[in-house]
T-cell receptor
Framework: AQSVSQHNHHVILSEAASLELGCNYS??????LFWYVQYPGQHLQLLLK??????LVKGIKGFEAEFIKSKFSFNLRKPSVQWSDTAEYFC?????????FGGGTRLMVKP | NAGVMQNPRHLVRRRGQEARLRCSPM?????VYWYRQLPEEGLKFMVY????????ESGMPKERFSAEFPKEGPSILRIQQVVRGDSAAYFC?????????????FGSGTRLTVV
């Protein structure tokens, strides 16, 4: 069975700091990975996805993620965060038609 | 083109009552997925439906929970005899076909509170 782990449950940063959120997965099939963001009270929005090809994936709002197969990781990065990035971030793995989500990381950016 | 519409946004039920959550997929989407988000946890898959068919219900609790996606009308997630532990946010997502090709679009969720 597949699983996704996000080890950082809460992250607090000041504006302009760099961000890296960890995501590790376990799955024996072809890997399709996603990062979603959930702003307070809103639905999940897709930040970026990896299916194949270049392991460095660029998404919306300046986010990027790197797929490292040897480490079973798909960490999310942003060089300089803004207050508006305060949200919860979810890593997810697609297996068949089902997304398996990590537990989420709550990011708070202090102005 | 409206997104995935879920209603109600907030639902309060007393223990033992029934909860009905509705999801209208995006126009042209025939695949619907329900996920549950418990407090302080990530989203957990519940059920995957296509029109008039349940494709995968491996994440649904065996009792009190049911889902349907009729030929006409929204998909319904029904919870009978609710208990406090059912309090959660329930999200619906839809896609026009295979997820790998088309991806999901999520609705804004229904937040169920059982008192």
């Amino acid at each position: 069975a597949q699983s996704v782990s996000q080890h950082n449950h809460h992250v607090i940063l000041s504006e302009a700091a760099s961000l890296e959120l960890g995501c590790n997965y376990s799955y024996g099939g072809t890997v399709n990975l996603f990062w979603y963001v959930q702003y307070p009270g809103q639905h999940l929005q897709l930040l970026l996805k990896y299916f194949s090809g270049d392991p460095l994936v660029k998404g919306i709002k300046g986010f990027e993620a790197e797929f490292i197969k040897s480490k079973f990781s798909f960490n999310l990065r942003k060089p300089s965060v803004q207050w508006s990035d305060t949200a919860e971030y979810f890593c997810a793995l697609l297996a068949g038609n089902m997304l398996t989500f990590g537990g989420g990381t709550r990011l708070m950016v202090k102005p | 083109n409206a997104g995935v519409m879920q209603n109600p946004r907030h639902l309060v039920r007393r223990r033992g009552q029934e909860a009905r959550l509705r999801c209208s997929p995006m126009k042209g989407h025939s695949h619907v997925y329900w996920y549950r988000q418990l407090p302080e946890e990530g989203l957990k898959f519940m059920v995957y439906l296509q029109k008039e068919n349940i494709i995968d219900e491996s994440g649904m609790p065996k009792e009190r929970f049911s889902a349907e996606f009729p030929k006409e009308g929204p998909s319904i997630l029904r919870i009978q005899q609710v208990v406090r532990g059912d309090s959660a946010a329930y999200f619906c997502a839809s896609s026009p076909g295979q997820t790998k090709t088309y991806g999901y679009t999520f609705g804004s969720g229904t937040r169920l509170t059982v008192v």
